[in-house]
């Protein structure tokens, strides 16, 4: 026998006893009758519900942390910077007939002042003048001529004090040195004189509006021109100056003069300029105007403040009902516009101004507070 015929003959074996056990005898009746299959459906599963029981007891929810143990780290320092100091600034080696630009920081009364220099603070003695003290105790008799009120001489001082913040306070200047002065005075504080914006000598300033004297105990190029200065401010008793009007007014009641009977009035003082008035002194004016019925010729006439500022009226000629207008600065007189030509003259603060005929006589009066 063949290899072939041996493997076979052990298949059909094999499928006839598989065939034999599949096919089962019926045992109770005959055999089951043969059905036609009907296509395979699927059921769709039921709905179950499965209960299952906890294997453990249910977990309760952690209601307080517990505080994590300490834990130390090794962490690598912020270096701090090295802060770097900033090096003061260079002290000005100043010179001679130089003018060095300057800003005003302090006040300290109408003849000493702070200024900043190139980052520096120094305290300036203006050169050549002198203002009164501030209170009555450190003014002296005589030091200004024959005044011996030394409140008097104090509420000038206080007036300088406000003219000077009004001017300087907080404002760009030039202070220039003199050789004759030296650089600083007895108590170490620079002597300067001190210039405005526009160039204008801000000591002389002082000295013409009467609110200081000449400083004759020291030496300076300018004391000639200040002397003549302060000369015309008494001549015209300017400022603090007017020390016998002052006396006579505050000591004695006097009647106040009838103005003579004219025409012509003081109708209007224009007294605040715009701006600042020592910049602006035009913006400043007086109107005059003749109300009477006949033709006035003012040549001679005078024209006065408190202060005892001084305009003498040039050959004008009013006729009835015209009017001329005085400005306090300078400028090209015209038929009816003149020029007082010296500077602010109107204080803002309240004031009078006096119109007199060629003969002394009290012509109008006009007062503002």
Known sequence: MTVKTSLLTVFLLLLTLSVAGCVQPNVHGPPAPVTTKTPFTVAPPATTTI???????????????????????????????????????????????????????????????????????????????????????????????????????????????????????????????????????YYGRYLAYVYLENGTDFNALLIKNGLARVYVEGTFKKESEYVKLENYAKTHKVGLWAYSTYTITTTVTPTKPTPTQTGVKITYIHYDAPGNDLYNPNGEYVIIKNYGPDTVNLKGWVLKDRAGHTFVFPDVTLKPGETVIIHSGSGVNQDHVLYWGDGAIWNNDGDTAYLYDPSGNLVDTYSYI
Do not use: M
């Open 51 to 185: 209960t299952t029981t906890p294997r453990h007891e249910p977990i309760t929810p952690v209601t307080t942390l517990k505080t994590p143990p300490n834990i130390t780290r090794a962490l690598t320092p912020i270096p701090t910077p090295t802060k770097i100091p900033t090096p003061p600034p260079t002290p000005v080696i100043f010179e001679f007939g130089k003018k060095y630009e300057a800003k005003v920081v302090r006040v300290i009364d109408g003849d000493t002042i702070d200024v900043l220099i190139n980052g520096n603070t120094y305290r300036i003695r203006l050169l050549g003048v002198d203002c009164p003290e501030t209170t009555a105790e450190r003014n002296k008799p005589y030091e200004y001529d024959s005044i011996t009120d030394l409140n008097y001489l104090a509420e000038w001082g206080q007036r300088a004090k406000k003219f000077t913040e009004e001017v300087l306070d907080h404002r760009t200047v030039y202070v220039e040195f003199d050789e004759l002065a030296g650089l600083k005075g």
